[in-house]
C-alpha cells in the first residue's frame, strides 16, 4: 500500500542557510500534519494543513513556513536556519480532521534528517 | 509542560512474557489516547487507540487500559515477540487533529 513519502530523507546545510522539506501524503488524503523530532525528545507538533489551509498552529518558529498545494503535498520552508533547528521532521497524513471522539489516524512518513552544520 | 509523560525511558522483557508500557497525562481535555511504534529510520506506526468513553480496547496481542480518574493509560503486550522491540510513544489528543507526544520508553524483548 501506498505511504507518505518525504524528500530528502538526509539533508545537510550549514547556519543561515534555507531549507525545503516535501512530503506527498497517501493518496486521498487530505490532511497533512508536520512534526519535529530533537535527539532524545519527543516529536513535537509544528504545524497542520487541511484542504490546502492551515488548520492548526503548534510550536512552530516564525521562521519556518509551510503550505499544502493543490495535489495535498505539502512543503516546510525553514530560513536563518540555526543549530538547534537539527532535528527529524516528519509528516504524517489523515482522512479529514479529527472530531472529538473519532479520531482520524495519521500515517507518519520515514521522515527527513536535518542535519545543520 | 509535558502534557503526556513515559516515565520509564527503556524497559526489557524475556521473551513470551508480558510487556507493560505505562503513560500519565495532565491535560483532562484529552479524550482519545493512541499509542504508536517506531523502528529506527522510519516513522511511528500507528498501534492501537482508546477513547475516553472506555476503559480498555483489544487488538490481537496488544490491549491498552485507560484509567480516566488517575489519567493513566498502559499498553500490554502479550506474549512478548522480538519483533516488538522498538521505541513506544504514547500520545493524545483532545479533540482536535493535534497529538500530543510522550518522549517514549525503548522496549528490548530479550531472547
Known amino acids: 500500500a501506498a505511504g507518505v513519502i518525504q524528500s530528502p530523507r538526509h539533508l545537510i546545510k550549514e547556519k543561515r542557510e534555507t531549507a525545503t522539506l516535501k512530503c506527498y501524503p497517501i493518496p486521498r488524503h487530505d490532511t497533512v500534519y508536520w512534526y519535529q523530532q530533537g535527539p532524545g525528545q519527543d516529536p513535537q507538533f509544528l504545524i497542520s494543513?487541511?484542504?490546502?489551509?492551515?488548520?492548526d498552529k503548534g510550536s512552530i518558529p516564525d521562521r519556518f513556513s509551510a503550505q499544502q498545494f493543490s495535489d495535498y503535498h505539502s512543503e516546510l520552508n525553514m530560513s536563518s536556519l540555526e543549530l538547534g533547528d537539527s532535528a527529524l521532521y516528519f509528516c504524517?497524513?489523515?482522512?479529514?480532521?479529527?472530531?472529538?471522539?473519532?479520531?482520524?489516524?495519521?500515517?507518519f512518513g520515514p521522515g527527513t534528517r536535518l542535519t545543520v552544520l | 509542560d509535558q502534557q503526556v509523560k513515559q516515565n520509564s525511558p527503556s524497559l526489557s522483557v524475556q521473551e513470551g512474557r508480558i510487556s507493560i508500557l505505562n503513560c500519565d497525562y495532565t491535560n483532562s481535555m484529552f479524550d482519545y489516547f493512541l499509542w504508536y511504534k517506531k523502528y529506527p529510520a522510519e516513522g511511528p506506526t500507528f498501534l492501537i487507540s482508546i477513547s475516553s468513553i472506555k476503559d480498555k480496547n483489544e487488538d490481537g496481542r496488544f490491549t491498552v487500559f485507560l484509567n480516566k480518574s488517575a489519567k493513566h493509560l498502559s499498553l500490554r503486550i502479550v506474549p512478548s515477540q522480538p519483533g516488538d522491540s522498538a521505541v513506544y510513544f504514547c500520545?493524545?489528543?483532545?479533540?482536535?487533529?493535534?497529538?500530543?507526544f510522550g518522549k517514549g520508553t525503548r522496549l528490548h524483548i530479550l531472547p
Open positions: 504524517a497524513s489523515s482522512l479529514g480532521l479529527g472530531l472529538a471522539g473519532f479520531y482520524n489516524e495519521q500515517f
Open positions: 500520545a493524545a489528543s483532545a479533540g482536535d487533529d493535534k497529538i500530543i
Open positions: 494543513f487541511y484542504e490546502k489551509m492551515q488548520s
